[in-house]
């Protein structure tokens, strides 16, 4: 017996050269998929691998070469994950080329933020985050705003009386960001070192939580629509550097009961546009000067409830009802606002939505629960503005099957719906182990509907879509695979032929993390 | 050694002859090889040490052999992804022939061996490895004492890898095959028990032998290249499925040390 006791430990003593692998003791934490540079984009934090796939179905990926991935966040061509460990880093992967560069941090951080260029990301604390090691001293007013050009990093204190950032909004042209917190918000220069403190705090010791922060497209507004106050909180900055400082303004409505959207207009800086409920009235739309002169502030009052507005291409605003999540019920109210003209129309959906609107160029769908259970209505609206009046054209459509989950074609303003149908007779292929006629047994089908048109193409895929999108010019469904699993098809070739599916996604290069030198 | 050389030769010629208890036996220590035969006179030649072959003990031998054997792999090589124990174990079946002794010198060995491995990987799926190979072997051994001898072998392999994984929510897997070559060479000792005789002359000459066996040696691998995996389906389904690309998982190597124990049966 003695050979047999010396196999089996020297069998076993290597569990311990394997044990610690993150593939084999964590869970898999996943990030993504996200659209960057064309490309279907995830970060597996569990393995600090970052792995994108093309429209043409070619997989890639890159290590992080750093360890424990707290947070991750998709620019326009590269993905940056903060990194803690013992070297914390905010580690960035150009997409596609897979150039992998750090910038050491000073500390950990747990959250982050990356402007739309790309260039600037802010990472902050986050308490409400589980962590997995023991939490050390962290100070929660410090955050580090990382210039990924010039490679550095900046420790920035914003020194609040608030514990727990929230969010972090950039300016269009990426000069200030502005740090949201529970009750105040610090507007930080991108590359200077002017900072404006707000706490937003009321005489009466009452504190303002920001709820939604938008900057004016010229950057020298913030507005804020927060819980404690029905008016538009607008925070003017003034100045630079050292010199930087802001006035706040209170822009109210009168009768207005309670603050539900912000909106601002590229081509009006001036002003903010936002939706009130009204004391009496159901709906007030408002466009605020917004240096708080009441003589610019033009109002109109709707019929019905809109909690949400949007605005179009042809300067017309929608509002509407729906909600912010699919599943979600909302209002079936729609409106438009000329803005040009102060023309108003309104109407009502067939019914209440069930998720966000789909909006581009001058058209939106809504999503509707169907009086059928397999079936989905939609409604198609075009804003359109003749020489007396706004027109706003309702179209229903009806689907067969429950959608999932919808996008936008901005390219050529189609919306891309995701929808669960019945696997049987539908033109899917069979799934070995789950034989036609079990119950559930559904697949997936993207329809394309027509904004102008209304004309429907629809392809069957093979499985239940889970998000659908559009890269380019094609569109990309994910199914439910934990690994990453896609179907891409070509808008301008809608059929099964034309699709091409890649499953495991995630696998890419899982034999590679230790032998190819990754980790 | 030569206490258990007798104990050896005592226990197997009861084991052979009903009338030994009853016959006047001279005992004498002599090569597991021979024995005396129980109703012929005692044996006038000179004992024989155990390495001291005689010629009549040469022949061709055949053999069929079963063995257990462990790959372990470097620390690199990311076997821990599929293996909880960090090693591959499987197990090897195949035959034997020595041209010329079978307990001495040169003999060759063709055979198969299939090992599988499982793992659950980043909590969420399983990871399989299985390992076919056919495999063949050239084996020098010399004796050391009559029943125990050392040999040194060389293995050439071709294998095939099947990875697979397979998510616990979901109810497919995604997998590939892929070939790898190897080479080996080990060193081992091995436990002769002869189990069968030949009558010669006023002896019995063993024609029959359990080997066991233990070898520890190092193998180095091609590496298996799993680069096409792909969903398990089959691709001749009434609709057609969608055509699907595959992902590159990567290459696995499993170069290491090898440990191989096993049993033979020479003939």
């Known amino acids: 017996m003695k050979p047999l006791h010396t196999f089996a430990l020297a069998n076993l003593a290597l569990v311990a050269c394997t044990g610690g692998d993150p593939a084999i003791t964590e869970p898999l934490v996943v990030s993504g998929p996200t659209v960057v540079a064309d490309h279907l984009v995830w970060v597996d934090h569990t393995t600090a691998r970052v792995v994108w796939v093309d429209v043409d179905t070619a997989v890639q990926a890159a290590a992080l070469e750093r360890e424990e991935v707290t947070s991750a966040v998709f620019g326009p061509d590269r993905v940056v994950a903060l990194t803690g460990g013992a070297r914390p880093a905010a580690v960035s992967v150009r997409i596609p080329g897979g150039e992998v560069e750090a910038v050491e941090l000073f500390a950990k951080f747990d959250r982050a933020f990356v402007a739309p260029s790309g260039r600037y990301v802010v990472a902050l604390h986050d308490a409400r985050l589980a962590r997995s090691t023991p939490l050390v001293a962290v100070n929660h007013n410090e955050i580090a705003v990382i210039d990924l050009v010039d490679r550095t990093a900046t420790r920035v204190a914003l020194d609040t009386e608030s514990t727990s950032p929230r969010n972090v909004i950039f300016s269009s042209d990426e000069t200030r960001a502005a740090v949201v917190l529970d009750a105040a918000v610090v507007v930080v220069e991108l590359g200077g070192e002017g900072i404006v403190r707000v706490p937003l705090k009321l005489p009466n010791g009452d504190r303002l939580t920001p709820e939604q922060v938008v900057f004016a497209p010229d950057s020298e507004y913030l507005f804020l629509r927060t819980s404690g106050t029905p008016d538009v909180v607008a925070l003017e900055l003034l100045g630079q550097g050292a010199a930087a400082t802001g006035i706040l303004n209170f822009l109210a409505v009168p009768g207005a009961q309670r603050l539900l959207d912000l909106a601002v207009d590229e081509d009006d800086p001036d002003h903010v546009l936002a939706v009130f409920r009204g004391d009496e009235i159901p709906t007030i739309a408002a466009r605020l000067a917004a240096d708080g002169d009441v003589s610019r502030t033009r109002t109109v009052e709707l019929a019905g409830q809109a909690s949400r507005l949007e605005l179009l291409d042809n300067r017309t605003v929608l509002l509407h009802g729906s909600p912010d999540t699919i599943g979600s019920a909302g209002n079936a109210f729609v409106g438009g606002w000329d803005l040009e003209d102060d023309l108003v129309e309104q109407d009502n959906l067939a019914g209440p939505t069930m998720g966000p609107a789909a909006v581009g160029g001058t058209s939106a769908f809504f999503v509707h629960s169907a009086e059928s259970g397999n079936a989905t209505a939609l409604t198609a609206l075009a804003l359109r503005r003749d020489a007396l009046r706004l027109n706003v054209a309702l179209r229903p459509v009806v689907l067969g099957g429950i959608v999932r989950d919808y996008a936008f074609s901005s390219n050529d303003e189609r919306v891309v719906l995701g929808v669960d149908i019945v696997r049987e007779d539908s033109g899917a292929a069979p799934l070995p182990s789950r034989p036609y006629g079990e119950p559930n047994d559904t697949t997936g089908a993207i329809a394309v509907v027509d904004a102008e048109t209304l004309g429907i193409e629809t392809v069957v895929l093979d499985d239940s879509i889970q998000h659908v999108g559009v890269i380019g010019d094609r569109i990309y469904a994910t199914h439910g695979g934990a690994f990453g699993d896609v179907t891409f098809v070509p808008l301008a070739s809608i059929d099964r032929a034309s699709a091409r599916r890649v499953d495991g996604v995630l696998l890419t290069g899982l034999f590679d993390r230790i032998a190819g030198g990754e980790r | ?267």
């Open chain 2, 1 to 267: 050694m030569s206490a258990l050389g007798l104990f050896l030769l005592v226990s197997t010629s009861s084991a052979g002859l009903a009338s030994t208890s009853s016959t006047s036996v001279e005992v004498t220590p002599r090569p597991l090889s021979e024995r005396v035969r129980a109703d012929a006179a005692p044996a006038s030649s000179t004992p024989t040490l155990a390495f001291d072959r005689r010629p009549e003990d040469a022949g061709a031998a055949w053999g069929v052999y079963t063995r257990v054997a462990s790959q372990i792999p470097r620390g690199d090589s990311n076997i821990g992804t599929v293996s909880s124990v960090g090693a591959l174990v499987g197990f090897e079946v195949g035959a034997e022939y020595a041209p010329w002794s079978p307990v001495d010198g040169l003999s060759f060995e063709l055979g198969a061996s299939a090992g599988l491995q499982t793992r659950r990987i980043l909590q969420t799926a399983d990871a399989k490895l299985g390992v076919m190979a056919l495999q063949a072997s050239a084996v020098y051994r010399r004796p050391i004492w009559s029943f125990f001898g050392a040999y040194a072998r060389a293995t050439g392999a071709v294998n095939w890898g099947h990875f697979s994984v397979a998510e616990s929510q979901g109810d497919y897997e995604i997998d590939d095959v892929a070939v790898a070559f190897s080479a080996a060479g080990a060193l081992g000792a091995e436990l002769l028990v002869p189990v069968g005789y030949t009558a010669i002359e006023s002896l019995e000459r063993a024609d029959q032998w359990i080997s066991f066996h233990l070898e520890v040696g190092y193998a180095v691998y091609t590496p298996f290249d799993f680069d096409e995996m792909r969903r398990d389906l089959p691709n001749d389904s009434e609709p057609q499925r969608i055509a699907t690309s595959t992902v590159d998982a990567g290459s696995l190597r499993l170069d290491g040390v090898l440990w191989r124990m096993g049993a033979a049966f020479r003939f």
